[in-house]
């Protein structure tokens, strides 16, 4: 059974840094392509990073150079740092385990960035 959990949501202020990690099981996790997405309500689902089994990585315009996503194979875990958040980076953030051929979601973890 796979699973996706993720952590290390939480209230930050604007400015500041928090780090999510993403536990993936059920896989052979290096060989999978793990990713972030996000969502606010009322919004739809919003991709935000992904990082391949090759490492290579891929931001979208709105976190690019702010955010940075990486995986430790090791731990079977993926990351994602983010950095000099904005309050618009309140959101639900997802991780995602797409591992032959199949996306697998987690539950989400809440970023609240505060003014």
């Known amino acids: 059974q796979v699973q996706v959990v993720e952590s290390g949501g939480g209230l930050v202020q604007a400015g500041g840094s928090l780090r999510l990690s993403c536990a993936a099981s059920?896989?052979?996790?290096?060989?999978?392509?793990m990713g972030w997405f996000r969502q606010t309500p009322g919004k739809q689902r919003e991709w935000v990073a992904t990082?391949?089994?090759?490492?290579?990585?891929n931001y979208a315009d709105s976190v690019k150079g702010r955010f940075t996503i990486s995986r430790d194979n090791a731990k079977n875990t993926a990351y994602l740092e983010m950095n000099s958040l904005k309050v618009e980076d309140t959101a639900v953030y997802y991780c995602?385990?797409?591992?032959?051929?199949?996306?697998?979601w987690g539950k989400g973890t809440l970023v609240t960035v505060s003014s």
């Open positions: 995602t385990a797409t591992y032959r051929g199949i996306r697998y």
């Open positions: 059920g896989i052979i996790f290096g060989i999978a392509a």
């Open positions: 990082i391949t089994s090759g490492d290579s990585s």
